[in-house]
């Protein structure tokens, strides 16, 4: 019972409880959290046009490490002294979520949502995905851990079930289960679009590889030779001595593609700092991976100069009317701004919720046209492991490339 307390002390200090004048959200008794481990449940009323009796409510769970566990209360366990930032990441979702399910509610939509803390336990997962709540819901979003992912994949109920990977890039987690959906690209398709970018953009430029041989990336790097129309030079750091002497490869009259398909901090960091050096006498753009946004150590004045263009499944621009107001009425409810992750839990459930309201239990059939959402573009395909007819996942295909200019990410397509 303590637990549950302690849960309702945390969401309803930190994260707040979201209303409309039409339909309350209402808290769960403590007896439901116990029993679900949930630290939410949100249910909209409404009646759903255009025929109501024909539409059922849509449940869905929200899977997301909140961390309750570590949550430090004072010596009365009430006020909350502090919040470790592994939180961060799901109650910036869970904010965008929450303001998903204002609108949804001005739009009479019936969706209830149940909240679980997944924290970093499998165990846990596992547990909740044997109650009741998981067997009654539509749809589940998250876990966000891959492997947690995996299994959660394994234990819906595959006819009537839907599972969304919010935000893993992995497409190695679902093994012929074609309502498992990755709601971001996956890497290879990252390199699919950087390399239908470079084709089209340089075609016959020279282009440089620059990697590392080693089991985490070498599947992508080999992926993405294979479909370059242009045979790359290619540098490794351990099979040739000349890999830190790269403008012995480059040329002065012309614009030197350089590739580094490279997730390692560190080894971007030197080799980044490596070519800006050269960019006095050689005229270089960089291509790097999606993963370069999450790096803290990069010089964002190396990158800008050296044109560095990477992937994205996300992108705000705050220039637009639309992004203004969504900020402004985040900050107006949370005090705060928000990121990459409120946009996505924002833009998934409004989508889900709009496919509900207009197609009811025939929602998942109609996921594959394609969607504008806020910061996220939506093009759902059908995947085969196999390279054949049957599905195997869904997996958004949208990839946005994006270069560094003016302290900024900036669309180039």
Not at 108 to 118: A, H, P, Q, R, T
Not at 159 to 185: C, D, G, I, M, R
Not at 282 to 297: A, D, Q
Request: glycine share 4%; charged share 20%; proline share 3%.
């Amino acid at each position: 019972m303590l637990k549950a307390i302690l849960n309702f002390l945390f969401i309803s200090s930190v994260l707040g409880c979201s209303t409309t004048s039409k339909t309350p959200h209402v808290w769960p008794n403590d007896n439901h959290v116990v029993i679900s481990d949930t630290v939410k449940k949100i249910s909209t009323e409404n009646v759903v046009a255009p025929k109501p009796t024909e539409k059922k409510e849509m449940h869905v769970a929200l899977l997301l490490p909140f961390f309750t566990n570590e949550i430090e209360f004072d010596s009365l366990g009430i006020e909350i002294v502090s919040i470790t930032d592994k939180s961060n990441l799901a109650i910036q979702y869970l904010h965008g979520v929450q303001l998903a399910l204002d609108s949804l509610d001005r739009a009479g939509v019936k969706l209830e949502l149940n909240i679980f803390d997944s924290q970093k336990d499998t165990d846990r997962v596992r547990g909740f995905m044997n109650t009741e709540a998981a067997k009654n819901a539509d749809v589940f979003i998250g876990p966000v851990n891959n492997f947690q992912v995996s299994l959660a994949g394994k234990l819906i109920d595959q006819k009537h079930q839907v599972l969304f990977s919010p935000l893993s890039s992995s497409q190695n987690l679902a093994t012929a289960n074609p309502n498992f959906v990755l709601a971001n690209a996956g890497l290879k398709t990252h390199c699919e679009q950087l390399a239908a970018f470079i084709n089209a953009k340089y075609p016959g430029k020279k282009i440089l590889m620059l990697y590392r041989r080693n089991e985490g990336e070498s599947e992508y790097t080999t992926y993405f030779k294979s479909i370059l129309k242009t045979k790359p030079i290619e540098l490794t750091e351990k099979s040739d001595s000349s890999f830190y002497k790269v403008d012995n490869f480059l040329t002065a009259i012309d614009n030197n593609i350089i590739i580094i398909p490279s997730f390692d901090e560190e080894f971007v960091n030197l080799l980044s700092k490596k070519l800006f050096e050269l960019t006095d006498n050689y005229k270089i753009t960089l291509v790097g991976m999606p993963t370069w946004t999450e790096m803290e150590t990069l010089r964002l004045d190396y990158l800008q100069k050296l044109n560095t263009h990477i992937t994205g499944s996300f992108y705000a621009d705050d220039s637009l009317k639309k992004f203004n107001l969504f900020r402004n009425e985040f900050k107006r409810k949370y005090f705060s701004l928000p990121n990459e992750y409120s946009y996505q839990g924002y833009s998934l459930i409004l989508t889900i919720g709009n496919l509900w309201k207009q197609y009811g239990d025939k929602w998942f059939e109609h996921l594959q046209q394609p969607i504008t959402a806020l910061g996220v573009d939506y093009n759902f395909q059908s995947v085969s492991l196999e390279n054949n007819s049957s599905t195997d996942f869904l997996e958004n295909k949208h990839v946005y490339i994006l270069s560094f200019r003016n302290n900024k990410l900036f669309r180039e397509k």
